[in-house]
């Protein structure tokens, strides 16, 4: 059987399965962020380690497998983060996860250095403060005691892998998260690396996503749950794994997009994709030789999150579903959510960019609220939609997957504001860490290629478009750009 590990943002998701790929349990292990004032957010590694451990036993003990029958581990976790680690591989300090975005004067000198055109066509992605390389200028700027302790940087997954193996490695979809990545040579871009005044000594070596890298050690083993000696593959970036869980491996497969805490819509390509306004980005695939340009928003699943923690906060579990019930009806007509809560990615790239109700009134409740939350997101992506749309990319079916993608509603608002079919997946929540098994089941010789992904999840809930709404909303999408546009001066004010 195999075990993947899905290193979220907000817990590590550990699923069971068969031998080839089919979904038998799941656990959830959560872990605390650390957001504060400044675009600060970290989580300690730690934390994740100790998530990956209790949710493996937990794992086996809710499903009666017996441990003998592990024969391999997988991994899929969070990108564009910044694991400083000491010569002992031992963290140096918290984590800089994908939604820091302190490193806002670090970006502007990596693109000042290369200029922004030639890094968008090197990097596969724009300089951002979001991205590892910034976060690690940061700390060697403003942490000098820290930062001369660091001998390795990483990621999430790699962290973990390390520990559970002694190999500290990554691979090409996490490494295309980094700005630190010559995407089309496959290898960590010396240019890059000059102008950012960063040790191309202290990045990990980069290998296969469906590398062994190493076995469960002997001193972990009854930490983690499972026998020593499992083969342990590297696994990749949850984007990418995404998409295979959602069974997008080839250019003649659906767009597919994903509901979580950031939100993205993406596809796969056999060449990276430029969009001359560079309001995409392209990381690689977990197939070689295969890319998934993409579209990533910030906060889109993270600004339901918060809207459900505001107006429902002492409802737990329950608040999501009971702050989206009987919005239906609710009319948001002039009144738009910028969904801008931890700056921005796709499509505007601005760091100061912050979230808005705009067109407020008195009549406006709850309900208004949670709708216009859910079609700012929309509006959000819509963007990036047309992106695609331009660059010849079809878009005209998306398969849904993550949390986000069990909710109806907002699966009918993103078909009559995009304009396409929107169909749910069977498997949503757990599709990374499918993606993750998958990819170890390939890695270990358990199936013959990656193929099998499409036979493991399949569609079970379609939604198609109503005509007169997506023309209602077509016109307020561009109402919706407006108040960007016209906040945008204000959001750089408030930085200077």
Sequence with gaps: MIIAHDLGTTGNKASLHTDDGRLVAAVTVPYDTDFRAGGIAEQDPDSWWQAV????????AHSGAPRERIGVIGFSGQMMGAVLLDRAHRPVRPAMIWADHRSAGQARTL??????????????????????LSKVMWVRDNEPRTFRRVAHVCLAKDYIVQRLTGTLATDPSDASSTNAFDQRAGVWSPAVLDV?????GLLPDIVESTSVVGRVRAHVAEETGVPAGVPVVIG?????????GAGVLTSGDSAYTYLGSSSWISMSARRPLYDPAMRTM???HVLPGHYVPTATMQAGGASLEWIAHLLRPDDGPERIARTLTRIDDADTTGLYFLPHLLGERSPYWNADARGAFVGLSRHHGPAHLAKAVLEGVAFNLATCVTAFREAGHPVD??????????????????????????????????ANSLGAAVTAAVGSGLVDGFEVARELSTVEAEFTPSADRH???????????????????????ERA
């Design 236 to 244: 990749a970036g949850d984007g990418p794994l995404a998409a295979l």
């Design 196 to 200: 950012a005044a960063i040790d191309p």
């Design 282 to 284: 392209t990381f690689n």
């Design 53 to 60: 451990c209790r949710a493996g036993r937990e794992l086996l």
């Design 397 to 430: 079916r998306v398969d849904a997957i993550g949390g986000g993608a069990a909710s109806d509603t907002w699966l009918r608002i993103l078909a009559d504001v995009w304009g396409a079919r929107m169909r749910r997946r069977s498997i949503v929540e757990e």
């Design 111 to 132: 693109a000042a250095g290369l200029g922004e055109e030639r890094a968008y066509r090197l990097l596969g992605h724009r300089i951002h403060p979001t991205y590892s």
């Design 471 to 493: 023309r209602d909303y077509t016109a307020r999408h561009r109402e919706f750009l407006d108040a960007y546009r016209s906040l945008e001066p204000w959001f750089a004010r």
